[in-house]
């Protein structure tokens, strides 16, 4: 789906790093929180973040990711990867309610996406501050491990 020739200067790190983690079929892991406040809850968080996403708006999202995501994924790698991914899965329709899972002192969000060719699923871990720690964009059914 990538090429080599298709990474290219400042963004080549950084899209390396989030092209690695991009597997369809067992999902895209991009990473980081965003910015948000204790008092954001997961379900809000992610529900912000694939509104976001799908809107376009990729430098608020990574706003929010912790400080280790934004070292890894800026806003162009991040649109690169939902590019990515709706070419494998067509365009993006909608989304479903989320879904949480507690993991440690983090939270997992799962929400069902309706895209045009075949349903996916959007993951965020979401640490207590709000910010994101990981980002996954992915096939159906993935379980939390």
């Known amino acids: 789906m990538w090429r080599g020739e298709q990474f290219k200067h400042q963004g080549r790190n950084a899209l390396a790093a989030a092209m690695t983690a991009l597997t369809i079929g ?24 694939i509104d976001d996403i799908a809107a376009g708006n990729y430098a608020a999202v990574t706003a929010r990711f912790d400080p280790e995501l934004q070292k890894r994924l800026s806003p162009k790698a991040l649109q690169q990867v939902w590019d990515g991914y709706q070419r494998t899965f067509g365009a993006y329709q909608s989304h479903g309610d989320p879904e949480d899972t507690p993991r440690g002192d983090l939270t997992v969000v799962n929400i069902p996406l309706q895209m045009d060719r075949k349903p996916g699923q959007f993951r965020v871990k979401v640490h207590p501050n709000g910010t994101i720690e990981a980002v996954y964009f992915l096939r159906e059914g993935v379980p939390v491990p």
Do not use: E, K, N, Y
């Not at 991009?30 to 997961?42: I, S, V, Y």
């Open 26 to 49: 067992t999902g895209v892991a991009l990473g980081a929180a965003p910015a948000a406040t204790a008092a954001d809850a997961p379900d809000q968080v992610a529900m912000t973040t």
